[in-house]
């Protein structure tokens, strides 16, 4: 009768030890499953021009900003020297903005200047690129030279500073 009577508490320790087991288990799952997401911000970089590019005053310059996400990108955002300078949002009957986008962009005044772009996806979260820090320059600065080449297809801007003498960083952005 005693040996019966151990058997059983046995029984029921070692069944409590196994739901207490289940317990638990089940417990680390619904944590897990309930943890915020890492949410992945949108990635954005302005591809032209280049930190320590002279952009003339009077005629400006070409940007080419470029943001990513795993979301469909729904605002972008320019920013210069701390202060909103262009909103680009989807036009009618688009869900969404281009990978790529261009837009001049003019310098009120000579000296440095930073940009920064930031991007927004269907989330709301923002991606912001780095800051690109260019300095405007008057068109009657000598070290701005306006230069005329023949471009044809295929040519890269190793090819074109082959061929006019330049520094291929001179040439960035070229058929591109």
Not at 14 to 43: D, H, K, N, Q, Y
Not at 49 to 72: H, K
Not at 100 to 127: C, E, F, K, M, N
Request: glycine share 10%; charged share 20%; proline share 8%.
């Amino acid at each position: 009768m005693k040996a019966t009577r151990n058997l059983r508490r046995m029984a029921w320790g070692c069944l409590g030890f196994l739901g207490g087991l289940v317990l638990l288990i089940v417990a680390v799952a619904l944590l897990i499953w309930l943890m915020p997401r890492r949410v992945e911000a949108p990635r954005v970089s302005i591809r032209q021009p280049a930190s320590g590019s002279r952009i003339s005053v009077e005629d400006g310059t070409l940007l080419l900003v470029r943001a990513r996400s795993s979301e469909p990108i729904v605002r972008m955002e320019l920013w210069v020297d701390g202060l909103q300078a262009a909103v680009l949002v989807p036009g009618d009957g688009q869900q969404a903005l281009p990978e790529t986008l261009r837009l001049r962009w003019q310098p009120r005044s000579p000296g440095p200047h930073t940009l920064i772009a930031g991007a927004y996806d269907r989330r709301g979260v923002l991606g912001r690129s780095r800051p690109v820090i260019v300095d405007g320059v008057q068109d009657d600065d000598p070290a701005l030279v306006d230069i005329t080449l023949p471009i044809q297809p295929g040519d890269s801007a190793a090819t074109l500073a082959e061929r006019s003498g330049l520094p291929v960083e001179a040439l960035a952005g070229v058929g591109d």
